[in-house]
């Protein structure tokens, strides 16, 4: 059974930082894309930010420069450091892992962290 368990949110002021963790298990955690997604009230769900098995990293435009991906292999752990949060950065914050393999895309979906930014 795949599991992927986001924490880190909270209430944060404007300006501030917080670090989200996304612990995943029932995968092979280095062969899969790990990526971090928002979605805020009325609002579709959005990439914030992606990190490749081989360690590539991208990022939507909104957040580069704040934001930093990474992740630990060995702790089957994909982080999402935010920096200078901004108002516009209050969202639901999801984990996602995917994988392409044999003609077959895989994508899980952790259930979701919350994250609001006060002026």
């Known amino acids: 059974q795949v599991q992927l368990v986001e924490s880190g949110g909270g209430l944060v002021q404007a300006g501030g930082s917080l670090r989200l963790s996304c612990v995943a298990s029932?995968?092979?955690?280095?062969?899969?894309?790990m990526g971090w997604y928002r979605q805020a009230p009325g609002k579709q769900r959005e990439l914030v930010a992606v990190?490749?098995?081989?360690?590539?990293?991208n990022y939507a435009v909104a957040v580069k420069g704040r934001f930093t991906i990474s992740r630990d292999n060995a702790k089957n752990t994909v982080y999402l450091q935010m920096n200078s949060l901004k108002r516009e950065d209050t969202a639901d914050y999801f984990c996602?892992?995917?994988?392409?393999?044999?003609?077959?895309?895989?994508?899980?979906w952790g259930q979701g962290t919350q994250v609001t930014v006060s002026s």
């Open positions: 996602n892992a995917h994988r392409y393999l044999g003609g077959f895309q895989y994508d899980y």
């Open positions: 029932g995968i092979i955690f280095s062969l899969n894309t």
């Open positions: 990190i490749s098995s081989s360690g590539t990293t």
